[in-house]
Nanobody, 110 residues
Framework: VQLQASGGGLAQAGGSLRLSCEAS????????MYWYRQAPGEQREFVAG???????SYHNSVKDRFTVFRDNAKNTVYLQMNSLKPDDTAVYYC?????WGQGTLVTVSS
């Protein structure tokens, strides 16, 4: 039972990245999944989430730029990040139940 986050990397301001969180374990199928991020020297903060019923939620700072969606057949949740800003630089984590992915680093250059 684990969450595997991937897709981070270096992007220029205004660019895009797509993060993936692949869940292994049947408990995650259709479960609520969340994305968090932690910038250097900052506390971890909520970014986006998708409930078991498909309801979406976003931090105000990423609304209209980030989209969370899932592929239940692949047991994977994605975070599409567009119009990236240097302030989006952080390690991004996926989370469900009491499980956390290992984090994937996103660096946005100005």
């Amino acid at each position: 039972v684990q969450l595997q986050a991937s897709g981070g990397g270096l992007a220029q301001a205004g660019g895009s990245l797509r993060l993936s969180c692949e869940a292994s374990g049947s408990i995650f199928r259709g479960a609520a999944m969340y994305w968090y991020r932690q910038a250097p020297g900052e506390q971890r903060e909520f970014v986006a989430g998708i409930s078991s019923g498909g309801a979406l939620s976003y931090h105000n700072s990423v609304k209209d730029r980030f989209t969370v969606f899932r592929d239940n057949a692949k047991n994977t949740v994605y975070l599409q990040m567009n119009s990236l800003k240097p302030d989006d630089t952080a390690v991004y984590y996926c989370q469900s139940f009491n499980y956390w992915g290992q984090g994937t680093l996103v660096t946005v250059s100005s």
